[in-house]
């Protein structure tokens, strides 16, 4: 007998056991968060609200325990978003005078700043894949956290905004393309941080990157062409809290499945230069393939679990709305059809165990599927989901 | 399934695979049933059928398909039910096949499935173990039984549940953890089957059936209801459908209309709606921000009427009808409306009475009768604008009325005139929109408003232009400034005058062209134009001093005179406008309809469960992965020790399993700790996330 069991580390602590102190200490801080809301506000609050509250609270102390960087990135967003918030007071047009609202605290500010370093981050990571050095790929990381943060508090200031322009107006800022492009960003960008702090793999930014800078370019045409950045009132329909849970819901399940098509392109990209240049230095900067099947899987899996709800909570509100949990209206079917195709790119997994450049071609096709859910049914269908019209 | 089948198969060798079976029929029909290649096939047929269902417009009136297919293709998409894909027959069948392909499949895995669960399969053999791509030998000092308790210990804190077999050569260890993953599979599917079970019993199947059997009709025209024949009625007794009914305020419904095909069936309701009142709440903007019903739900069964007011997104569920705000409507305005004559009547106004949705007929002047047919009438209307400092603005219009002008053969355009002047340009208007068919755009008259924003400037200055008198009286007046050196001149002068301005009257500068052309030979008719312009126009001006004399105007402005050019191009449009009369909304009484979009769906609740299986069984799934490990514990042939053969295997995530199969390892065999994890695989990230 070599050595005590009592001195062998088996014995795995309970997960709240596994919590340090500052794990604790962000928890106490959500804790807070609450109490303090519903102490100022409660009086003005339904029980749906306040559901809101505890589950958006929650949310946010388990991904902080679940995953660090979430703690300093909800404190710093958070913080931002409460400094905006403040230095308007109750006037939309201390936009005007306001230097730190200007270039800082609004939200059209934070949607450029998440932008200018979203695109940052994209040149950054892609000087990674050509370089010998990290150093790059680690900027480009930064770049994408302050991205992502810029991003999510625009999205929190705006928030506010809508209210001070009429507070009968009020909605969560996710009801039109201009807004739900922001989410998508900064939402795409932070599941790709996780992926990469998980896997340590930092060079799949470059192919990530990419599709979120395409993105913004998207958002940025979009509000300088249709002035979309303005804020309109919600059409009746959409003036549900159902609307709260089920469009972020989605956007985890496109951001998934934009990763998984971007690694896809990597894993071809890796998978030719293996056969005609196995030796060059950029073929060795690229992810392996296993790795990479291994988070295009988890990114697919994600996101399909996501859209799964998110549809399932959109038939419940269709209930609520149209007189009908399902209509076949264009949007929903569209969102079938993205779902079929990815429940059968898992049955070919899971059952056939296929792997390789079929399921990354797959997984590409998949995005197309997915961006014609998103935008092309907007754009070249009719139907009841009529908002957020090109 | 190849990742399960090793699981259980190398381990025991047991004929789990299908191949190892003799085919029974029986068995090939399930195999048939329950595959991947099936299934497959189903699910991107059902992604095809979907894609046309969205690229073809459904549910479209089927006049109107004939016309954009041409009565070849529309025959055959007709035949195909590709108007209503969803509802298709080929198309349920598809789903059907799915169910039953999926059931197939979970019958099947069921038994294998249940033996993952409970069967530890503590018959394994050295030989076998080696062959894993996880497994580890170790020999040790320590006695067997000393090593079987620690294995256990390690085995249960790692989350392991464990069975033991010991016959006096060896101990066996079999152990599985993440069982709930099994259960993901049978969740999953099952979902699925419970989810299609409950749309297929709210889906219009049951009608569908009905209309096979002979029992149903659809009815394509739109006619009241109560001379829609039997046949087309559908009883209490349907227990799932879903549509509409508009019903305006303080009238009532018993029936709600199900939209079938080309056509419709009658729903007979067990209650009566009565609509008190609709209101819309709007934004400053004028948007609407909600809508809402005060209903009154007459039941036999009920002692008192039941008062709800729904609105949107807030239906009323009453004994299992759910009753929802969909829309709204006109449901009968009372229009009150001056027919004014755009002639010589001008100042005679006839007061046509009317309703929105009725028909009404209106002499005109010259002895002939028009048909006005009231289509809507809208109490707000606002348009968004950008104003000068591309700021969007919204433009109120306040109410319009839409109707149709029809002659003695039914033809006529369509029109839509607002009741208060608007703001064009810095001057006002009443718009008058008009347009061939409900599917073109708007083209605007535009009748300039006087001072007081009335039309009254403007009846005055038409009707006098139309008088052959009066156009005398003011060519000779005209003819007498231009200062004709003789009597003959100004005579031919004020001649040409009253003329020119005839012809404008009567059909705008087009008439007056086609006059001088007629009249002027071609070289000399572009200065004859020239010439011609000038005196019509000074012919007009002075009609228009008379006017403001008699209105009592003395000085003319900019803005009077920009109200000429206004009324000359009002005139000159009229011919185009193709209506005598310009009709003026004096007063209505708005009467709303609230469109109700009324359902009885028994299989929601069936969906929203198999919905909940579906996801809590993806959730189990992705992210509890089934483990099993077997260990073979011997005594060791050349002394104390233990002789040890440890294997494992997981049906997914190798990679991570690999690295805790190392671990597991490093504790059992080796005795060692791990050493505590890295922070990047620390303790929140030991998920398979
Ligand atoms: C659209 C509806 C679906 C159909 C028609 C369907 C059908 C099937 C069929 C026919 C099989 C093969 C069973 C066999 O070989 O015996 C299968 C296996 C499987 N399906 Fe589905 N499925 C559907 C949805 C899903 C969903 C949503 C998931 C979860 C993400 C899922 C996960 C699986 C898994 C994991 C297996 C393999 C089971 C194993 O490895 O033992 N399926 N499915």
């Not at chain 2, 990742?3 to 048939?32: C, H, W, Y």
């Not at chain 2, 000393?146 to 260890?173: M, P, S, W, Y």
């Amino acid at each position: 007998m070599s050595v005590p069991h009592e001195a062998l580390d088996f014995e795995r602590p309970g997960f709240f056991r596994q919590l340090h102190l500052r794990d604790w200490a962000y928890g106490a801080l959500m804790l807070a968060v609450a109490v303090i809301s519903l102490g100022l506000y409660g009086e003005h609050m339904d029980r749906y609200d306040i559901g809101g509250l505890i589950l958006a609270v929650g949310t946010s102390a388990w991904l902080g325990w679940f995953w660090r960087p979430w703690q300093v990135f909800s404190i710093v967003v958070g913080a931002l978003a409460l400094f905006g918030i403040w230095l308007y007071g109750d006037s939309l047009a201390a936009n005007e005078t306001n230097f730190w609202l200007n270039y800082i605290g609004s939200g059209q500010a934070g949607v450029m700043w998440m932008s200018v370093f979203l695109y940052l981050s994209t040149v950054a990571y892609l000087a990674g894949l050509f370089s010998q050095s990290d150093f790059p790929s680690r900027v480009g990381a930064a770049f994408a956290w302050i991205g992502a943060g810029a991003g999510s508090m625009a999205l929190l200031v705006r928030w506010r905004e809508i209210y001070l322009h009429d507070p009968s107006w009020g909605y969560i800022p996710v009801a039109n393309l201009y807004e739900v492009f922001i989410l998508f960003a900064a939402m795409t960008a932070l599941m790709y941080l996780y992926y990469e702090q998980r896997t340590g793999s930092r060079t799949m930014g470059a192919f990530v990157m990419l599709i979120i800078a395409a993105s913004v370019t998207f958002l940025l045409w979009y509000m300088f062409s249709r002035e979309a950045h303005l804020v309109e009132p919600l059409v009746p329909a959409l003036n549900s809290w159902w609307m709260k849970i089920h469009v972020p819901t989605n956007f985890v399940g496109y951001g998934g499945f934009a990763i998984a098509a971007m690694l896809g392109v990597a894993f071809l990209i890796r998978h030719r230069l293996e056969r005609t240049r196995p030796d060059a230095a950029i073929t060795r900067r690229l992810p392996t393939k296993d790795a990479l099947d291994s988070v295009m899987y988890k990114a697919i899996a994600i996101g399909f679990a996501f859209f799964t709800i998110a549809t399932v909570l959109g038939a419940m509100w269709a209930a609520e709305a149209w007189g009908g949990y399902w209509s076949w209206d264009p949007k929903e079917t569209w969102a079938l059809i993205v779902w079929l195709n990815y429940a059968a790119w898992l049955h070919m997994r899971f059952t056939k165990g296929w792997r390789g450049p079929t399921m990354a071609w797959w997984a590409i096709v998949g995005l197309f599927l997915t961006t014609f859910a998103f935008l092309g049914v907007n754009m070249f269908l009719s139907g009841l989901h009529s908002y957020g019209e090109l | 399934m190849a990742d399960n089948e090793q699981v259980a198969d190398a381990a025991t060798g047991d004929g789990r695979t299908r191949a190892s079976r003799k085919p029974r029929r029986s068995r090939i029909l399930v195999d048939f049933m329950g595959s991947m290649n099936l299934a497959i096939t189903l699910l991107v047929a059902l992604a095809i059928a979907s894609v046309i269902g969205t690229v073809l417009v459904q549910n479209q009136p089927y006049t109107e398909y004939l016309m954009d297919f041409g009565p070849f293709w529309h025959e055959i998409f007709a035949g195909m039910g590709l108007y209503q894909v969803y509802s298709a027959t080929w198309f349920l069948l598809v789903v059907a096949f799915l169910v039953v392909s999926t059931s197939f499949c979970v019958y099947r895995q069921t038994p294998g499935l249940l033996k993952d669960l409970r069967r530890y399969n503590l018959q394994v053999r050295e030989k076998s173990l080696r062959a894993f791509k996880a497994s580890a030998t170790g020999e040790l000092d320590q006695p067997r039984d000393d090593f079987v308790q620690h294995a256990h210990r390690v085995l249960k804190a790692q989350g392991f549940r464990a069975r033991e077999k010991t016959n006096d050569g060896e101990t066996v260890i079999a152990a599985m953890r993440g069982r709930w993953n099994r259960l993901g599979y049978l969740l999953t599917h099952v979902g699925i089957v419970v989810i299609c079970v409950g749309a297929l019993a709210d889906g219009t199947t049951l009608l569908k059936v009905n209309e096979w059997l002979g029992k149903l009709e659809i009815e394509t025209r739109s006619v009241p209801v109560s001379e829609v024949p039997p046949s087309a009625w559908v009883s209490v007794n349907n227990p799932s459908f879903r549509g509409s009914v508009e019903i305006p305020e303080g009238a009532s419904a018993d029936v709600v209309f199900l939209p079938m095909r080309d056509g419709y069936l009658v729903q007979q309701l067990p209650f009566r709606i009565e609509l008190e009142e609709f209101r819309i709440e709007r934004f400053s903007t004028g948007a609407e921000q909600s809508y809402e019903s005060d209903l009154v739900i007459h039941d036999p069964e009920r002692e008192e009427p039941l008062r709800h007011t729904i609105s949107v997104n807030y239906p009323l569920i009453y004994n299992g009808y759910a009753i929802f705000q969909a829309s709204f409507a006109d449901g009968g305005t009372q229009l009150d409306i001056a027919a004014i004559p755009l002639g010589a009547e001008a100042l005679r106004a006839l007061d046509v009475p009317g309703r929105v949705f009725q028909e009404v007929e209106v002499p005109t002047p010259d002895g002939d009768t028009r048909t006005i047919e009231f289509i809507n009438f809208q109490s707000e209307n606002v348009v968004p604008l950008l104003n000068e400092e591309g700021e969007r603005e919204n433009r109120h219009l306040g109410p319009s009325f839409d109707f149709r002008l029809m002659d003695r053969t039914g033809h006529g355009l369509y029109y839509r005139n607002y009741m208060r002047p608007a703001l064009q340009e810095g001057a006002m208007y009443f718009l008058s929109g008009v347009r061939q068919s409900p599917a073109e755009e708007f083209s605007y008259l535009f009748l300039p408003a006087d001072a007081d924003d009335s039309l009254d400037r403007f009846r005055t200055f038409l009707a006098m232009l139309h008088n052959a008198e009066v156009r005398q009286a003011i060519a000779r007046q005209v003819a007498g400034n231009e200062g004709a050196s003789d009597e003959q001149g100004s005579a031919a002068i004020a001649q040409t005058t009253a003329e020119l301005m005839r012809f404008f009257a009567e059909g705008g500068y087009a008439t007056v062209h086609r006059e001088i052309e007629s009249r002027v030979p071609e070289e000399q008719r572009e200065r004859a134009t020239e010439l011609m312009m000038n005196i019509l126009h000074a012919g007009l001006q002075g009609l228009y001093m008379e006017v403001l004399q008699e209105e009592g105007v003395v000085s003319i402005q900019a803005e009077e005179q920009r109200w000429l050019e206004d009324a000359v191009s009002a005139i000159n449009a009229i011919s185009l406008y193709d209506s005598p009369f310009y009709f003026h909304l004096e007063d209505f009484e708005h009467r709303e309809a609230s469109g109700l979009q009324i359902a009885r769906a028994p299989g929601q609740g069936t969906v929203y469960f198999g919905s909940v299986m579906l996801i809590a069984g993806i959730f189990l799934l992705f992210y509890v992965s089934y483990q099993r490990l077997w260990i073979i514990a011997r005594r060791r042939v050349d002394g104390d020790g233990t002789h040890v053969v440890m294997a494992g295997t997981s049906n997914r995530h190798q990679v991570e399993f690999e690295k805790r199969f190392a671990h597991l390892k490093r504790w059992i065999i080796d005795q060692k700790p791990v050493g505590s994890p890295t922070d990047h695989d620390g303790p929140h990230s030991n998920k398979n996330a």
